[in-house]
């Protein structure tokens, strides 16, 4: 019980869902037109009155439009159509772009999640409500009864409005939740119950939403995204393999002996690529290497996003490199080691961040090296993405977690090791258990760096996430709540909640038995239930992945946008020697057959 009492006392106020007030008079102002598209990149002001959570949350809003779409957002220059983002009354926004000079889009108290910025800079970029469309009664039925005085228009049909042949989307980020405006019952009742509870989600944009966006900007291509490769089919993505050693080298498989019994997908057919060092002698090596790709954004970073699993010896080694090539004639490249995981063999499909910054056209190859001792497995390795946005900064992956809600004690917690921010900030994220449900909270830690640090520590903005594992990044829709630290706020009994934790933290030892100084917890204690866990793909094979960043968003005070992340050095304990004679391409390449038809 003091673990929950914990996390609520620190974030008084957040906890538990909002209903946050639409204006009807700023609302839905005209059907679309050609002439009320935007040009990307959109042109943006972030007014000073706005709250520094809500700052962050729609720079994070900007970086999904960019990742699942062709729309970019910039700072406004001389441009005479701009969105003037502000602090007015409610969440709203004009549909479209509509007004020259600045056109309001209000984030307002409690709309700083980023289902709403999704929803009202939709509306800025054309859209409607989904539950406007004029074939909506063979999909919902609306309850006027019910309906507030006054609101009625919210629910009118919008007549002649574009779909883009796109079908109805329970899923939607722009459909009213059941209760939208309600005296007290449900306004919107889905004809099919199954979706009763889906509609009004607080996630992000569907992947409807997002077919949508494209079809009507025309887009061909996201501004963000690289590749993905889920080896569905048995196709390989126009990826190479080769080997020239023992080992029998990159294989497609569906499943193999001791390890994966499926891919991380989980569907049928199901196929994962797999290097076995059950053969050769140590040293041995294969390569399996993506096609070349071309950083396109003004910022060089990159994050590769990919499952493995790990059934061989300890001492065996999957090597992450990226090779860089000065042009498009380079056959060899300049190769350099970004990522390696070996030690402990895992007994599911784990998720894997690795942050690059290439400058230049590049390739990811992956690297399975024998190491000494037996092996009866391998490395296995699914659902690649590649993308131009920021790996989150930590982690945590829970597997068997419907198993351990319900067998460990109430308000069990998990730990991440130390981390440290750019700035030297030390902390720690976790996740509390209490049987239904799980919170997730961040502590600021004692550090080598504090006193050369800002303290009480401001305008750090920390996003937490529960990970929707569909195997394409474009299409998922992840939960995630936010938070930014406030130099001001204070403690009932006069300390700072942000102030170094030597002054007002509580001792703990940490998991290497030292008295370590943290924080009060910083979060939600009912971050996501058991229930919700079990719908998209957020509870995959067992397990459920949260990742957390921690940025400093302080240029965000007077300024509208941050300066580009920077990678930090690569620590490999043990780096291989074996660092190949050049891409697969350059060297005896082993393409994989075509399955035959059987196995399709």
């Not at 935007?38 to 720079?59: C, E, F, H, Q, R």
């Not at 019994?261 to 090596?285: C, V």
């Not at 049987?435 to 009480?456: A, C, R, S, Y």
Request: net charge neutral; glycine share 8%.
């Amino acid at each position: 019980m003091g673990e929950e009492k914990d996390l609520m006392e620190a974030n008084k106020g957040k906890v538990g869902m909002f209903k946050p007030q639409f204006n009807p008079q700023i609302q839905r102002s005209a059907v679309y037109s050609e002439s009320q598209l935007w040009t990307s990149p959109v042109p943006y002001v972030l007014d000073k009155g706005l709250d520094m959570n809500a700052k962050g949350v729609i720079l994070r809003a900007f970086e999904h439009f960019r990742l699942k779409s062709c729309i970019d957002f910039k700072p406004r220059d001389t441009e005479k159509y701009y969105i003037s983002v502000k602090k007015l009354n409610g969440c709203s926004s004009h549909v479209g772009r509509a007004v020259a000079n600045g056109q309001d889009l209000s984030i307002g108290q409690n709309c700083d999640g980023i289902s709403i910025v999704e929803h009202e800079f939709l509306h800025a970029l054309g859209f409607y409500h989904e539950q406007g469309r004029e074939d909506r009664d063979d999909y919902v039925t609306i309850q006027f009864e019910n309906i507030k005085k006054g609101y009625e228009k919210n629910f009118r049909k919008i007549k002649n409005s574009i779909t883009q042949g796109v079908p109805y989307d329970y899923w939607s980020v722009m459909h009213y939740g059941k209760k939208a405006f309600s005296k007290g019952n449900n306004t919107i009742t889905t004809n099919d119950p199954t979706f009763q509870d889906v509609i009004g989600q607080k996630l992000e944009m569907s992947p409807k939403d997002v077919q949508e966006l494209n079809l009507l900007y025309k887009c061909n291509s996201s501004v963000s995204f690289m590749m993905f490769c889920g080896f569905v089919d048995g196709t390989m993505c126009q990826m190479t393999k080769c080997s020239q050693s023992g080992l029998k080298g990159w294989q497609m498989e569906s499943q193999v002996a001791g390890g994966p019994n499926s891919d991380h997908t989980g569907g049928k057919p199901a196929y994962f690529m797999h290097a076995s060092t059950a053969s050769g002698k140590e040293g041995d090596s294969a390569w399996l290497e993506t096609r070349r790709v071309t950083p396109s954004r003004e910022c060089h970073i990159q994050c590769l996003q990919f499952y493995y699993y790990h059934n061989g010896s300890p001492s065996d080694q999957l090597n992450i490199w990226m090779r860089e090539f000065d042009d498009e004639d380079d056959m060899k490249g300049h190769l350099s080691l970004v990522g390696q995981i070996t030690g402990t063999t895992t007994s599911h499909w784990q998720i894997k961040h690795v942050s690059l910054n290439a400058n230049k056209h590049f390739q990811v190859e992956f690297q399975v090296w024998k190491g000494a001792g037996k092996s009866d497995g391998g490395f296995s390795i699914d659902d690649i993405n590649l993308s131009q946005t920021e790996c989150p900064h930590v982690t945590l992956q829970i597997n068997d977690m419907e198993k351990l809600l319900s067998s460990s004690s109430f308000g069990t917690v998990i730990y991440s090791p130390r981390q440290y921010s750019r700035r030297g900030y030390a902390y720690r994220v976790g996740t509390a258990l209490y049987k239904t449900h799980i919170g997730v909270f961040m502590q600021l830690l004692n550090g080598t760096h504090d006193d050369k640090l800002e303290w009480p520590c401001p305008h750090r903005h920390m996003a937490a996430q529960m990970i929707d594992q569909n195997p394409e990044i474009q299409l998922q829709m992840s939960k995630q709540r936010t938070l930014t630290s406030d130099p001001n706020r204070m403690y009932s009994d006069g300390t700072y909640v942000w102030d170094d934790p030597r002054k007002n933290g509580l001792t703990h030892v940490d998991e290497n038995n030292k008295m370590i100084f943290v924080s009060r917890k910083l979060g939600w204690s009912k971050f996501a239930t058991l229930e919700q866990m079990k719908t998209r793909d957020f509870l995959k094979g067992g397990s459920v992945v949260l990742s957390f960043s921690f940025e400093d968003i302080s240029p965000l005070v007077d300024g509208q946008a941050l300066p580009c992340p920077k990678v930090g050095p690569v620590v490999v304990t043990n780096p291989p020697k074996d660092q190949g004679e050049g891409p697969c391409s350059s060297r005896v390449e082993i393409t994989t057959p075509p399955l035959p038809e059987s196995t399709r």
